[in-house]
C-alpha cells in the first residue's frame, strides 16, 4: 500500500501513464465481465418472459380470459333524510332487482328475450339498459329490471341456473313515507342518468344507481350520497360468487336533518283541504322553515321506480301543475300583503301618515278622468295609516304611493327582500319583481308612468312575490328590522344582522295596524280573531289575477268570473305579537278573498303551533 | 471543443425507449391524453437537464462530490423530520412548487461520492478503504431505510457497492462479501416491515395470498403471460383496462407493454436496453481518469438495477419493491434523476479526448 501511493505522489510522467494504463486494463476487465453479467441476466428475464408469454401462454391466457378475480363496486347507503324531530322522510328499502353483467353472456339479445318469457321487462327497461351499459366499466353489473317483485324473485331464483352473467341483487331503493306531502321539498331520487354522471366524480358514483333529481334530495346530493368502497370476490367460469376475499366498507352518506315538523306540514296541508296553493311557515327569530306547503303535489315514489310515460304526461298537463313547487317558485301579485311594508315606507320618508284621508271608494290623479277604486265601493270615510291597514283601504295607499314615488317604494321594500332570492337552500327559487323606474326602463324600454305608482300601492300591476319571499319579509318587520334567512337545514344560529334599521314608534304603528286587522273590530280578518287566547298580527290580501273592469259599467259579478278567473286570496302574519314565534304566509290560487279563505288557514296554523310545538 | 456536446448514440437510444414509455403510458391510463401530456414536460426538463450537465467537465463532479453527499444527507433528514406522509411511508419532500423524492437523488450522489473516494486508491483496494466506502453507504441507506423504503435502499448499496467492484476489490474479497451479505440476511430480515416481509414470502408462494401483496404479482403475469409471442396489440391489453392491474402506470407497466407487445415487444425493449448499457459500458472503459471510469460503471450499475429489480418483479422473480421501470414508467423524480445520470454519462465521454490526446 505504502508504494502504490509513493508511486503515485512521486510520479513522473512515464510511471503515471504506465500505471494508468494498468488501471485501464484492469478496469477494462471489469467492465468486461460486467457487460457479460449484463447480458446474461437481462438473457435469464427474457427466458422468463418466453415461460411467460410462449411456454405457459395458454395457462395465461385463458385465466386472463376468466379473470376470477372480480373487483366489484360496494355503493353506499344514502344518508336518511329526517324532520326536526327525527321523523324519517325519506328512507332506504331493500328491494331486488335483476342486473346483468355483459361481458360474461354469450348473447346478450336472446339472454334478455329469454329472461322476458320470465318476467315482464318493457322496452323502457332494456333501453334504460343501454343507457347504464354505456357509463359501467367492464364487468360491472348493470341493472335490467327494478323493483323485483316476489314472485318475479322467485321465477328467477328458480330459472338463475339456466342463464350465465345474471345477478340477483338486493339494492337500497329510496322510499318517501309521506308521499305526496313533502313531495317539493324532499324531492326525489330517480334512475342516474347520463347528464347526471356529468355532475360528479365518476369513481366516487360507479355503482350508484339513483341520484338526487329534485328539492334536498337534489341540493344536497352530495352529502346524501356518501362514498364507495371495493370488494373482490371469486367468480367461477359462470360467475357465480365463489368466496369473497376482502371486502372495503362504504362510508355511508349524511344524515340531513330538517327545519321541518311533519306534524305541522301535515297540518297546513290538511288546513288548505283540496286548494291550490302554498304555505310557509317560519320561525321569524332564525328562518327555521317548520311547514312549506306547495299543493297539489305528486308522489314522489313513482319517480324512485321510474315513472312511466302516461303517468308522467298526465302530471306534466294536470291544469293545476302538481309539479311546480308553488312556495319557491310560483310569483303572485302581493296585493294587500303590501300595504304594512308601504304604509312603513311612509313613515320612514317621513309623510305624514298620522292625518286622516277620506276614502271616497275611489281615487283621481290631480286633473284625470280615470277613477282607481277601493275594494269598498262605498269608501272607507276618513282614515288614517293604522286605520287603513285594518281595513286595507287602497284609496290611503293610492295616495301614499303618490306622495312616495315608485323609486322610493322600491328602495324600502327592497330592504324588505322583496325582488330578491331568499337564499334557500331548496335552489331554483324564483325573484319575484319589485318594479321601479329604472327597471322598468332596462326592461321594458319606457318611463315609468304615475297610473302605475298607483296600483304599486296596493300591491297590484308590475309587483310579484313568492309566499317565501312574503313569509320573509313579514319575519323581518316581526323581528323589527333583523335579518332573516329563511333555511331548511337545521342549525341553531339566529342572525344578529339588521335588515332594516327604524325607530321602535315606527314598527309599533305598523304593527298596530295589523294587529287590528285581526283583533280590532273593523279589521279584514277580525273573523279569525274569535275565540282566541293569544294575538295575531296580520294582513289580508285578495290579488287580481284577472283584470277586472274598474268601470262603472262593469256588471259582472265577482261570483260569476270563472274559479281560475278568481282572485288569489293571500294571507301574512306573526303571532304573538309582543314576542312573535311563528310566521306564516299562506296564498291560495283562485281562493276569493284573503279575509275568507286565506286569513283562516293561518288561525289553524297557529292554532296548531301553540297547541303541539 | 467549444461546441455543444452530447452522446449521439446514447440519445438515440434514450429517445426510442422515452417513445416507448409514452405510448405505453398512453395506453396504461385508459388513453388519457393529459397523463402522456403531463410526462412529455417532465420528459423535456429531464432531457434539458442531461444535456446541460453533458457540457459539464467530468472533474466539476469530482469536486462537488462532497458537497453534494453532505445536502444529500441533509436531505434526507429533512424528510425525515418534515416529510409529507405518501402511502404509508415518509418520502416527499414538499418544496412548494413540486413534491420531490431526496432518496431518489441518492442513487446518484452515493456512487459519485464513493467514486470520488476510491478515484485515487490503487489496486488492489486496501481493506480499510472498502470499509470507508461501505461507510458512505451505508450513511444515507439508513436513513432511507427508515422512511421506510427498502426499495430505494437496495438501489443505493447496490450501486456503491458496484463502484466498489469497478474501483478494483479483489475477487477474494468479493466472494467474502457476498458470503458476508447472506449470512446477514435473517438479520435484515428481523429488521423488515411486516409488509415487505410479506412480500418477500408471496414472492415463494403468490398464490397463498392472491388478494393481499400476491393479488399484484398474479395479475401481473398473467398480464405478461397472455400477451403471448405477438401481444393483444396497442390498447387492447385487458388486465391493465380491467383494473385487474395495480399501479398499471408506474410500477407495473411493464406488465401493461408486455401484454400489449408480447414477447416480440420485450425482445425490441430488452435490446434497447442491452444497447443502452453496454454503450454506458464502453464509455465508462474509455473514460479519461479513475474518477469519470467509476463514475460512468456506476451509472451503467443503477440503471442495470433499475430494470433487472423492475422487471423481475414485475415478472414474478423479484419481491414487490417500488422500483419503476426506467424511462418507461409514468413519474418524473426517477425520470430527471436518469437523465440527470445519463447527463453525468455523456460529460465523462466528453472529458475521455483529454488523455487520448
Known sequence: MGVDRGGITGMKRQETLADHRQDLRRYSLRALVASVAVMAVLMLLFARLYFLQVVDHEHYATASRSNRLRLEVLPPVRGAIVDRHGELLAVNVPAFSLSLVPEEVDDLDELIASLGGLIDISDADIERFSQQRGRSQPFDAVVLRGHLSEEELAVLAVNSHRFQGIRLDAESVRSYPYGPLLAHLVGYVGRMSEKDLKQVNADRYRGTRFYGKSGIELVYESQLHGDNSFRIVERNARGREVRELQRGTPGAGELIQLTIDVGFQRAAVVALGDQAGAIVAMKPDNGAILALVSWPAFDPNLFVRGIGNDAYQGLLHDPLRPLFNRATRGQYPPGSTLKPFVGF???????????????????????????????????????????????????????????????????????????????????????????????????????????????????????????????????????RGKDVRPHLLLRTEESEKYAVQAPDATWDTIIEGMTAVVHGPKGTARKIGKGIDYQIAGKTGTAQVYQLSQDKDEKKNRGEVAKKLQDHALFIAFAPVENPQLVVAVIVENGGSGSGTAAPIARKLFDYYFANL | MKYFRFDSLLLAILLMLITIGLIVSYSASGGDMAVVKGQLIRVGIGLFIMLAIAQVPSYFFYRLAPALFLFGLALLLAVELAGDVGKGAQRWLDLGVMRFQPSELSKLIVPLMVARYLSERAHPLPWRYIAGALLLIVLPVALILGQPDLGTALMVTASGLAVIFFAGISWRLMVGGAALGLALVPVAWHFMHDYQRRRVLTLLDPSSDPLGAGYHIIQSMIAIGSGGVWGKGWMNGTQAHLKFLPESSTDFIFAVFAEEFGLVGCGVLLTLYLALLLRGLQISATAGDSFGRLMAGAIVAIFFFYVVVNIGMVAGVLPVVGVPLPLISYGGSSLVTLLLGFGVLMAVRNDRKMWTK
Open chain 1, 345 to 479: 315606507a311612509g313613515i320612514e320618508e317621513d309623510i305624514d301618515v298620522t292625518s286622516r284621508i277620506f276614502c271616497p271608494g275611489f281615487f283621481q290623479l290631480d286633473g284625470r278622468e280615470r277613477r282607481y277604486r277601493c275594494w269598498k265601493r262605498w269608501g272607507h270615510g276618513s282614515l288614517d295609516l293604522v286605520g287603513a291597514i285594518t281595513q286595507s283601504c287602497d284609496v290611503f295607499f293610492y295616495n301614499l304611493a303618490v306622495s312616495l314615488g315608485i323609486d322610493r317604494m322600491h328602495h324600502h321594500l327592497a330592504r324588505f327582500g322583496f325582488g330578491a332570492r331568499t337564499g334557500l337552500e331548496l335552489g331554483r327559487e324564483s325573484v319575484g319583481l319589485l318594479p321601479s323606474s329604472e327597471w322598468k326602463q332596462a326592461a321594458l324600454g319606457e318611463p315609468w308612468y304615475l297610473g302605475e305608482t298607483v296600483i304599486s300601492g296596493i300591491g297590484q300591476g308590475y309587483n310579484s312575490a313568492t309566499v317565501l319571499q312574503l313569509a320573509r319579509a313579514t319575519a323581518i318587520l316581526a323581528q
